[in-house]
């Protein structure tokens, strides 16, 4: 979760990310990444609104939530990565980020 503490919509969400963070704990990691304090991480990934949710799958994104979105639609989505994550995987190359300068 791409969050401002300035941001309503982050402030609204954020117990429900919790909680999700809680439910799926042993399933998929989550973090929530303060876009004024890591703003080079923010600008690597193209976050232009807050909160954003992005998913990733070897350290590559591979779905995106933007803005106000329902508590439903985010535990979906969950739901859907995890379901498809294991294909995920298997299908991806592990990145080596010592090579690329982000290590």
């Known amino acids: 979760m791409f ?3 300035t941001c309503a ?3 609204a969400i ?3 990310f919790n909680e999700y963070a809680s439910e799926f704990k042993d399933k ?3 973090v929530k990444v303060n876009v004024m304090i890591n703003s080079f991480i923010a600008e690597r990934y ?3 609104a807050t909160p954003t949710f992005k998913f ?3 350290g590559l994104p591979i779905q995106e939530l933007v803005g106000g979105v329902y508590p439903p639609l985010l535990k979906k989505t969950i739901e859907d ?3 498809n994550g294991e294909k995920c995987v298997k299908n991806s190359t592990i990145i ?3 090579i690329t300068g982000y290590a």
């Open 56 to 58: 990733f799958c070897q």
């Open 9 to 11: 919509y982050c402030r």
């Open 96 to 98: 080596d980020y010592s």
């Open 14 to 16: 954020e117990p429900n």
């Open 28 to 30: 998929m990691l989550f």
């Open 46 to 48: 193209g976050i232009m």
């Open 3 to 5: 969050y401002s503490p």
């Open 81 to 83: 990565v995890l379901k």
